[in-house]
């Protein structure tokens, strides 16, 4: 059984930083593409950022980037995203995501096979 636990998430003011965990199980983590999404009441669900299985290529979303990272550590099999200069409109639910396809082809059809239950994020201004 695959199990994708993300934690990491809380309560940070404006500016502040946070860094999300994503531990994977019941699968071979360098054999397949990870990414973050997020979701916000009442708003579409946002695809964040992508990594390959090798952490060669990263793909982000152009309200992140700058400020969000996306790792991984194949060995802990755990993916990271480190959030910094976040705002209000960061607040959601974020999900991480994996798929053995490449990650070209997921980051465009946001098609994933596995995915998390969520961590929540909320920023305050």
């Known amino acids: 059984q695959v199990l994708l636990v993300e934690s990491g998430g809380g309560l940070v003011q404006a500016g502040g930083s946070l860094r999300l965990s994503c531990t994977a199980s019941g699968l071979t983590l360098n054999d397949h593409a990870m990414a973050w999404f997020r979701q916000a009441p009442g708003k579409e669900r946002e695809a964040l950022a992508c990594?390959?299985?090798?952490?060669?290529?990263?793909y982000y979303d152009d309200s992140v980037k700058g400020r969000f990272t996306i790792s991984r550590d194949n060995a802990k099999k755990t993916l990271y995203l480190q959030m910094n200069s976040l705002q209000p409109d960061d607040t959601a639910m974020y999900y991480c995501?994996?798929?053995?396809?490449?990650?070209?082809?997921?980051?465009?059809?946001?098609?994933?096979?596995?995915w998390g239950q969520g961590t929540q994020v909320t920023v305050s201004s």
């Open positions: 995501a994996a798929d053995p396809s490449p990650a070209w082809e997921v980051w465009n059809n946001e098609d994933f096979r596995y």
């Open positions: 990594i390959s299985w090798s952490s060669t290529t990263t």
